[in-house]
């Protein structure tokens, strides 16, 4: 039954898809245009996934209105790579940890980053500790994943577009079905 966990994903994904938490598009919206841009990237597939998959800890225990409605950083980033880290190797699950950290990275590492960041991302931020500091930039810089993740951040922060026909959720099927661990 390795395709379950697919059909799993995609009903969580469908359920709650039409939130947008703090956001112009819809989380659906948001994790398709992040897909969509690391395959137009030329990103490996396991990347590609990760954009797809990255916020799914959002649907966990309301954490996608934790920041927003409570003030609280529920560590999306976190349980979405916990729930996916059974299923998919850590090449798709490290950068799905870690693009709350790259987001920090490249707050301190990239003038005018900060500035860019959408209102949501802005206050999220707040709540997850704000720039790194020099240590904690070198910290993540060592991570295997960390070039990864800061290019899923990238997906993450262009993926809010309005009105952006992209591929479907379906569309992915066959590529996550291929990274799943056997």
Known sequence: MKAQIIDDIFAIFRKSGSLNYGEDVSQMEHILQCGHLARIDGASNALIAAALLHDIGQFFNDAGNAAEQKGVDARHEVTGAAYLAPYFPDSV???????????????????????SLSCASALSLSLQGGPHDEQQMADFLALPAAQSAIRLRRYDDQGKKRDWDVPGLDSYRPLLESLLRA
């Open 93 to 115: 699950t490290e950068p799905v940890r870690l693009h709350v950290e790259a987001k920090r990275y490249l707050c301190t590492a990239e003038p005018g980053y900060l500035e």
